[in-house]
């Protein structure tokens, strides 16, 4: 069946550093989305993308999606002790009004 | 604007005793709505999603039912519950749409469900 994984899996930076998860499906993808889940919260919608090669800024993220809509990037620049939590990447299942999320990748952030 | 109500927060329950876990939506009509279940530093399984009154989709077999009573309610719910059911409930909406899942999803805040 489809599928969506995540790496890392962990991930621990220095403040300051920068850092990526990379979210892959098996799948091609219509759309991904991107959501942060803070220690002890729920998942947050962070971003929707929807064409091929897509790059959208939110401050210091950037989100990329691939060229052949099966994979995307999340990169945060100069990260700060607000950007812990994890990190999940959502695809649609084709026909359905359902996701399937990715494995997550969390982030620790030591100051 | 838009809510989501989900409670309780925390549950606390025996094997072998019944789960009704209820989640609202409100400023919105005819939502889609989800319940996915997050064990400990894990992943979102998908339980059960419906795009209507009535209808019920269940994605993995197992201990737990759902119904959705009116257009803005979910219910999640166990005749008897298995220490397997342990974990993090989080009921989710989204706008109907008009093409297949291209709107975003917004999570209530969960229910911690600890089962002795």
């Known amino acids: 069946g489809q599928q969506v994984m995540q790496i890392p899996q962990y991930q621990h930076v220095q403040e300051g550093e920068d850092f990526t998860t990379y979210c892959n499906s098996s799948?091609?993808?219509?759309?991904i989305q991107w959501y942060k889940q803070r220690p002890g919260g729920h998942p947050v919608f962070l971003i929707q993308?929807?064409?091929?090669?897509e790059v959208k800024k939110q401050k210091r993220l950037t989100f990329q999606f691939g060229e052949a809509k099966k994979n995307s990037s999340l990169h945060i620049t100069a990260t700060q002790t607000t950007d812990v939590g994890t990190y999940f990447c959502?695809?649609?299942?084709?026909?359905?009004?359902?996701?399937?999320f990715g494995t997550g990748t969390r982030l620790k952030v030591l100051a | 604007s838009q809510t989501i109500h989900q409670w309780p927060a925390t549950l606390v329950q025996p094997v072998g005793s019944p789960l009704s876990l209820e989640c609202t939506v409100e400023g919105t009509s005819n939502p889609n709505l989800y319940w996915y279940r997050q064990a400990a530093g894990r992943g979102l399984q998908l339980l059960f999603y419906?795009?209507?009154?009535?209808?019920i989709s269940s994605e993995v077999p197992q201990n737990l039912s759902a119904s959705r009573p009116q257009d803005r309610q979910f219910i999640l719910s166990s005749k008897k519950l298995l220490l397997s059911d342990s974990g993090f409930y989080l009921c989710a909406w989204s706008g109907a749409g008009l093409v297949y899942s291209n709107q975003p999803q917004h999570f209530g805040d969960g229910t911690r469900l600890s089962i002795l």
């Open positions: 419906s795009v209507g009154i009535g209808q």
């Open positions: 959502a695809g649609p299942v084709w026909g359905t009004y359902k996701y399937i």
């Open positions: 993308l929807v064409k091929s090669g």
């Open positions: 799948t091609t993808l219509s759309n």
